[in-house]
């Protein structure tokens, strides 16, 4: 599958526009982390993050959560896509799913997707409500205040470090990524 396939299938099951940048922002994300860790897997680093909240529209997860994920992978053999890998890292960015991250790609998803909203987030407190405005070091301070933006995991954007990479490297990454389409999202 390549990226337009799987931006095809994005658009067939979600309507949202909030989940749609929301998927956009996580796919940059995640393409920026592949350019550091998995320089030969870019794009499919990206579609991850383009599709792991595929079934956000989908399936009753707001009273189940282990059903996110999961409900993905049904609707992508639907697809006519089969792909173990591709399935276990969507899953992994909710362990709730039941699949607990161990491999870097795992990981990788499941510390872009609460980073990409934090991210955003810090860009809404800003005035002009830019990405381009926000600095490294007012993520940082944020990210210390557990009260803001209460929703963002931390422990999950911290599991960036069993990559080898580091949350400021994260922070970097995000911030760089998701400035690239500041358009296309809205910051």
């Known amino acids: ?17 909030n989940y749609i940048t ?5 796919e940059a994300i995640m393409r920026g982390l592949a350019k ?12 991850v993050g383009l599709l792991h909240d595929l079934d ?6 707001q009273h189940d959560m282990s059903v996110h994920g999961p409900t993905s992978a049904e609707i992508l053999r639907k697809e006519g896509i089969e792909d173990k890998v591709l399935f276990d890292a969507i899953c992994a960015h909710n362990p709730k799913s039941g699949v607990k991250a161990k491999t ?3 990981y990788a998803i499941l510390a872009a997707d609460p980073m990409s909203g934090f991210v955003k987030a810090v860009a809404q407190i800003y ?12 993520v940082m301070k944020r990210f210390n205040e557990l009260r803001f933006a209460k929703g963002a995991n931390r422990d999950y954007m911290e ?5 080898g990479l580091s949350l400021d490297d994260l922070i970097d990454v995000a911030l760089e990524e998701m400035g690239f389409i500041a358009d296309k999202l809205g910051l």
């Open 159 to 163: 599991a960036i470090e069993f990559t």
């Open 104 to 106: 870097t790609l795992q």
């Open 22 to 26: 929301h998927s956009y922002a996580v």
């Open 127 to 138: 005035p002009d409500k830019k990405i381009a405005s926000v600095k490294h070091k007012s």
């Open 56 to 61: 956000e529209e989908q399936c009753d997860w």
């Open 36 to 47: 550091r860790l998995a320089p030969d897997d870019v794009e499919y680093w990206g579609i």
């Open 1 to 17: 599958m390549n990226r337009e396939q799987a931006h095809e299938i994005l658009m067939k099951y979600m309507e949202g526009e």
